[in-house]
């Protein structure tokens, strides 16, 4: 599978009648202008609060769910739109982006505690480097003599 594949992975979602449009998985840019509007739902989805019930966080946070489907459709302009659709609809689409973003909220949690920690390790190594630069650096130059 190809970079190009997974780019291009889309669901088709079915509307009323013989309507249906295509669902993408959510990207970290997406993500970030999510956060901007919906911080609240994304919190408590990240926390585990808020779980993977695609039906409690419709009711919940309906605003964010139509959000996040308009933003998957590539229409984030008709999030109002989007609120409109069928409860069904709109249930689906959230299960198929879910499954397209590859979204474990178990293991992004897991990953960022791990990379907050290995940056603080970094820091670390990186200051006692610097320490150590500086204090050979300072026993290694000659000391000014008075006259």
Same mark, same amino acid.
């Given at each position: 599978m190809s @970079? %190009?594949?997974l780019v291009d992975r889309k669901s %088709? *979602?079915?509307?009323?009648? !013989? =309507?249906?449009? !295509?669902? %993408?998985?959510l990207s970290l840019e997406d993500l970030v202008l999510l956060l901007e509007n919906h911080s609240e739902a994304l919190a408590r989805i990240f926390a585990g609060t808020g779980g993977t019930d695609f039906e409690e966080l419709l009711k919940e946070f309906p605003q964010f769910v139509a959000? @996040? *489907?308009?933003?998957?459709? !590539?229409e984030p302009e008709l999030e109002n739109q989007v609120r409109k659709l069928p409860v069904g609809?709109?249930?689906r689409a959230l299960? &198929?982006?879910w499954e397209l973003s590859s979204l474990d909220v178990e293991t992004v949690g897991k990953l960022a505690v791990n990379l907050?920690? #290995?940056i603080g390790r970094l820091n =670390? &190594?990186? @200051? !006692? %480097?610097l320490r150590t #630069?500086? =204090? =050979?650096s300072s026993e290694a130059m000659p000391t000014a003599q008075s006259s």
């Open positions: @970079l %190009r594949d %088709r *979602i079915a509307g009323p009648g !013989d =309507t249906s449009f !295509d669902v %993408r998985g959000a @996040l *489907i308009a933003y998957a459709a !590539d609809v709109q249930l299960e &198929e982006v907050l920690n #290995s =670390t &190594e990186h @200051l !006692d %480097r #630069s500086l =204090t =050979t």
